[in-house]
């Protein structure tokens, strides 16, 4: 290339428009053929496309010129050999083909987005939805801050902490740890974070609070808390021993009659020996039907925990090593949706079986004209006793425990040691 002769044929500020069409072509990969045109062209810019064609000026106030014949004219010249295109690359610099660019860059969001495509994902009906929101929302792109390499990693994460769940009363630092490397990874304010949270929501498949309630909460529905103290379970009349700090707290309250609050790290680090096998050990959703035994039993009361409306870790935690123990649990719960749904995992645990939480318990209840409407939730199935769910359904009438508070207790009653 004879770059000085270039610059004289094609290098004149006259000429720049047409550097710049011919570049603009290039970059949308498109092919340096036809003709391109300036309106309101003066005298100096169709002299200068005279001088670089060999032709006289033209009249007129626009000007068109055929880029096949200035790609003809550098090669003959010697100034070009390898034509016009390599000429803008010599006088305006590399030229990067942005059509073919932007094609690389959506495979490589897609490719990102195809990470969440793994059967920890896709083999759980509850994700579908969430899913396609990533996609559609550019929730991955936000979090990734347009970088699909990032979002690519934080997609791979995500799915490698959604394959642990749910997890059997691990704590989120821990999960963390164990599944990436990183305490911290899944830290409210990280980009993972956020995205395994929103997953986290979806899988819960119920109404949830927002804040931070909601955020204890749904990471409770997949088995994780947030931290060992934050996550309790309130329960009445469970022995304890002298064994452990734990079995001492227990004892002391079952003496007293008085309801106790134990949370996780209790129950991991000092494991109870609570020696219930083959005992009933009801379980309830709300606080006040505990505190009504406590009233009324008081240290007679049978072994009696509560979930307190939403099934946290330390309950899971509980149940699991009851169940393990040998005990029967025997579960009720508020007739509504939400109440369905936390019934779901007590009820499958081994031994675990309905406490006048059934299809016939609820009609008759509905008959005694307890209850009130019943328009929120979204149905779920109750495998426990099939004929629940379309009895709700059917009524949408919603009865708290707190309605049958008298039946609960005289159960309590005849259990008592």
Same mark, same amino acid.
């Given at each position: 290339?004879?770059?000085?002769?270039?610059?004289?044929?094609?290098?004149?500020?006259?000429? *720049?428009?047409?550097?710049?069409?011919?570049?603009?072509?290039?970059?949308?990969?498109?092919?340096?053929?036809?003709?391109?045109? @300036?309106?309101?062209?003066?005298?100096?810019?169709? *002299?200068?496309?005279?001088?670089?064609? =060999?032709?006289?000026?033209?009249?007129?106030?626009?000007?068109?010129?055929?880029?096949?014949?200035?790609?003809?004219?550098?090669?003959?010249?010697?100034?070009?050999?390898?034509?016009?295109?390599?000429?803008?690359?010599?006088?305006?610099?590399?030229?990067?083909?942005?059509?073919?660019?932007?094609?690389?860059?959506?495979?490589?969001?897609?490719?990102? +987005?195809?990470?969440?495509?793994?059967?920890?994902?896709?083999?759980?009906?509850?994700?579908?939805?969430?899913?396609?929101?990533?996609?559609?929302?550019?929730?991955?792109?936000?979090?990734?801050?347009?970088?699909?390499?990032?979002?690519?990693?934080?997609?791979?994460? *995500?799915?490698?902490?959604?394959?642990?769940?749910?997890?059997?009363?691990?704590?989120?630092?821990?999960?963390?740890?164990?599944?990436? =490397?990183?305490?911290?990874?899944?830290?409210?304010?990280?980009?993972?974070?956020?995205?395994?949270?929103?997953?986290?929501?979806? @899988?819960?498949?119920?109404?949830?609070?927002?804040?931070?309630?909601?955020?204890?909460?749904?990471?409770?529905?997949?088995?994780?808390?947030?931290?060992?103290?934050?996550?309790?379970?309130?329960?009445?009349?469970?022995?304890?021993?002298?064994?452990?700090?734990?079995?001492?707290?227990?004892?002391?309250?079952?003496?007293?009659?008085?309801?106790?609050?134990?949370? +996780?790290?209790?129950?991991?680090?000092?494991?109870?020996?609570?020696?219930?096998?083959?005992?009933?050990?009801?379980?309830?959703?709300?606080?006040?039907? @505990?505190?009504?035994?406590?009233?009324?039993?008081?240290?007679?009361?049978?072994?009696?925990?509560?979930?307190?409306?939403?099934?946290?870790?330390?309950?899971?935690?509980?149940?699991?090593?009851?169940?393990?123990?040998?005990?029967?649990?025997?579960?009720?719960?508020?007739?509504?949706? =939400?109440?369905?749904?936390?019934?779901?995992?007590?009820?499958?645990?081994?031994?675990?079986?309905?406490?006048?939480?059934?299809?016939?318990?609820?009609?008759? *209840?509905?008959?005694?004209?307890?209850?009130?409407?019943?328009?929120?939730?979204?149905?779920?199935?109750?495998?426990?006793?099939?004929?629940?769910?379309?009895?709700?359904?059917?009524?949408?009438?919603?009865?708290?425990?707190?309605?049958?508070?008298?039946?609960?207790?005289?159960?309590?009653?005849?259990?008592?040691?």
């Amino acid at each position: 290339m004879d770059l000085p002769r270039l610059q004289r044929l094609l290098g004149a500020h006259e000429l *720049a428009w047409l550097l710049d069409r011919a570049r603009r072509r290039l970059e949308a990969g498109r092919p340096l053929d036809g003709t391109v045109s @300036l309106t309101e062209a003066d005298d100096a810019a169709r *002299a200068a496309v005279a001088r670089l064609l =060999g032709r006289p000026p033209r009249p007129g106030r626009s000007l068109s010129v055929s880029l096949a014949a200035v790609d003809r004219t550098l090669r003959a010249s010697g100034a070009s050999p390898d034509g016009l295109a390599a000429a803008v690359v010599a006088l305006t610099g590399p030229v990067t083909d942005k059509r073919a660019q932007d094609a690389a860059l959506a495979t490589a969001w897609q490719r990102a +987005l195809s990470e969440l495509e793994h059967p920890a994902v896709t083999e759980r009906p509850e994700l579908a939805s969430w899913q396609a929101k990533v996609a559609a929302t550019g929730l991955l792109r936000r979090l990734a801050g347009g970088d699909p390499a990032t979002a690519h990693r934080l997609a791979v994460d *995500a799915v490698r902490v959604l394959a642990r769940l749910p997890a059997d009363g691990l704590t989120l630092p821990v999960l963390a740890a164990r599944t990436l =490397g990183d305490a911290h990874a899944l830290d409210q304010g990280r980009p993972l974070g956020a995205l395994v949270h929103s997953a986290v929501r979806a @899988l819960a498949a119920t109404e949830l609070p927002s804040g931070a309630e909601g955020r204890r909460a749904a990471w409770a529905a997949a088995g994780v808390a947030l931290d060992e103290l934050s996550s309790r379970v309130l329960v009445l009349g469970l022995p304890g021993s002298t064994s452990s700090t734990t079995g001492r707290i227990l004892a002391a309250a079952h003496e007293g009659g008085e309801p106790c609050l134990l949370t +996780l790290r209790q129950l991991t680090r000092q494991r109870p020996a609570l020696g219930l096998a083959e005992r009933t050990v009801h379980v309830c959703e709300n606080p006040a039907v @505990l505190a009504a035994a406590a009233d009324e039993l008081g240290s007679d009361c049978p072994p009696l925990v509560c979930v307190e409306g939403q099934l946290s870790v330390a309950a899971r935690t509980l149940l699991g090593h009851l169940a393990d123990q040998g005990c029967r649990l025997a579960y009720h719960g508020d007739f509504d949706w =939400g109440g369905i749904r936390i019934a779901s995992g007590v009820l499958r645990l081994p031994g675990a079986l309905p406490w006048r939480y059934d299809s016939a318990s609820y009609r008759t *209840a509905v008959e005694r004209g307890l209850g009130t409407p019943l328009s929120t939730g979204i149905p779920t199935p109750t495998p426990w006793d099939p004929g629940l769910a379309p009895a709700i359904t059917e009524h949408a009438v919603r009865i708290e425990e707190e309605h049958l508070l008298d039946q609960l207790l005289t159960d309590l009653r005849r259990h008592t040691a």
